[in-house]
Nanobody, 117 residues
């Protein structure tokens, strides 16, 4: 199995910053995509950002220019630098990994991000 360990969530003021980290362990195939979904109260789950093993990134329009995803493929670790945070960023953030040729995606337990106004 694959396990994901997340850290870095917390409570910040509007305009503040947080850095999320996620480390994958287990049977990791080198060809993969990692990233974060989030789910805010009363809203559907949305894809925030993702990054492939080759470094190709994707961002939701709502976070583009404020969030930056990066990875260390050798360590199977992905980071999310979140700047200029807004109250609408408040959500539980779930790290995921999608393995090429894999059957299922794997998810972390989630980490709470709260941005106060």
């Amino acid at each position: 199995q694959v396990q994901l360990a997340e850290s870095g969530g917390g409570l910040v003021q509007t305009g503040g910053s947080l850095r999320l980290s996620c480390s994958a362990s287990g049977s990791i195939f080198s060809r993969n995509t990692m990233g974060w979904y989030r789910q805010a109260p009363g809203k559907q789950r949305e894809l925030v950002t993702s990054i492939t093993n080759g470094g190709y990134t994707n961002y939701a329009d709502s976070v583009k220019g404020r969030f930056t995803i990066s990875r260390d493929s050798a360590k199977n670790t992905v980071n999310l630098q979140m700047n200029s945070l807004k109250p609408e960023d408040t959500a539980v953030y779930y790290c995921f990994i999608r393995l090429m040729y894999g059957v299922n995606d794997y998810w972390g337990q989630g980490t709470q991000v709260t941005v106060s106004s």
